[in-house]
């Protein structure tokens, strides 16, 4: 009977040993599959932070998660870099390697404008109420900054997605010549929330 049972347990041990083998090589297989990861995604993010990361597209590059940055950060085109609120010195750093001179931010506060200011990059502030529609002087500030500035810019609300998303479906429209359509899908791909954010999505209309 002792050994009956022996060998029940050997082939129970092989039997999970075997599963977690297999397990294992479906979840390699799926990672392989998967695009490789830009080098600027393979930055080391804090282990706590609880980020969800849209979908890849074709009208924008997935940058992801970056040290010194809340959320994640996409690039609309070789201007345009979308993202979290900057919560270190090393944000900037990485700013200053993508080559971005100006920070447009929704969401300014005076440790921003100090690593700005050190780092010799230009601050615009375009400060916004989620829950009202953007000014109209607010917007055409935005939209005459990436008019009149040379260089690529880097524009962020607290998480990214809902007041800098609206002002980055505003270029999308207002530079770039997209439909208005065409323009709130991809915010909505990207963390916007088209119930809730209505009232900022049709101030960004052409008139």
Known sequence: MKAYVDRLGWLVAMGLAGVTVMGLIELAEFYRRQDPPDAVSRATYPAEADVTLPPRGETYKLIGRQVGFLNFVVRYDDRLYRGGQLVS???????????????????????????????????????????????????????????????????????????????AAAYRIHVGGWEFDKAVFEFGRLGGCLKDDHKLLESIRKP
């Open 89 to 167: 010195d090393g944000g900037i750093k990485t700013l200053r390697k993508w080559g971005v001179r100006t920070i447009l931010s929704v969401t300014p506060d005076d440790s921003e404008r100090k690593y700005v200011a050190a780092a010799g990059l230009k601050l615009v502030e375009l400060p916004l109420d989620k829950q009202k529609p953007v000014p109209k002087q607010t917007l055409r500030k935005f939209l005459d900054t990436i008019e009149a500035e040379r260089g690529r810019f880097y524009l962020h609300s607290l998480s990214g997605c809902r007041r800098a998303g609206a002002l």
